[in-house]
């Protein structure tokens, strides 16, 4: 992807329409970005509305100011808000010259708020799939794309158990309780360690089956567990069989 550097900061950044401001000349791409981004451009109006507030412009100028900020009414719940991406979802075009597609992107928030997108996306989600039809059609994409995608799918998925077990692993102290206890290290590979549940009647899910979780919901249930070995996990189970 094209750079673009700004001449006030000296930062390198893409030389994209959210990055940079876009010129009124389309044709040539090279230059139809400005030379100063759109942060230092931020900034220097910020601080003409500082100089011009100190001056004794403030109530005249901010008044005006704030009557010219951005908004946009919502179509769906009617409620008038301020255009940004907290409110508003940016979504990307691209710009026509001559009734010819370019390279330059658009960036355009919608018609609808999010709170107001969201809802829709769900029910249109709900009257889409309640379609037999539909479901089947949904069925034959999944299929298509994980067996196009399969190799990637499978590697991230592993690779995300394996960074879940490690930092609950660390988050747990990384060292074996009983092992420790006997007087070993205690520290083994993250395939031989296992998250041991102290009181069975908290226990809501096998930590296992939490691994392709998020990392909030995944340490709410080992927080509950010690980390042992698979030996030592094994020994206590035994043990308390035994005691049972």
Known sequence: MDTKTCTKCGKTKQANARNFYVRNEYKNPATAYRNVC????LEHRLSKR????????????????????????CKTCSETMPLNNENFEEVRTYRYVNKIKTDIPKWRFRGSCRSCHNESEKKYRVKFYSNNANQDKKRVW??????????????????????????????????????????????????????????PTQKE????????????????????????????????????????
């Open 38 to 41: 759109k942060d230092c451009m």
């Open 50 to 73: 500082i100089i011009r507030s100190e001056i004794g412009m403030d109530k005249r100028y901010m008044d005006g100011y704030a009557k010219s900020l951005p908004t946009r009414k």
């Open 142 to 199: 999944q299929k298509q794309y994980f067996e196009k995608n399969q190799k990637r799918i499978l590697s991230s998925a592993r690779n995300k158990r394996i960074e879940n077990k490690t930092k609950a692993i660390a988050h747990l102290g990384g060292k074996c309780v009983d092992c420790v206890k006997q007087g070993r290290d205690g520290i083994f590979p993250p395939c031989a360690m296992d998250f041991h549940h102290l009181d």
């Open 205 to 244: 899910h096998k930590p296992a089956a939490l691994l392709m979780k998020a990392w909030e919901v995944f340490k709410k249930e080992i927080d509950k567990c010690v980390l042992l070995c698979s030996n030592c996990h094994r020994i206590r189970h035994y043990e308390e069989g035994i005691a049972e």
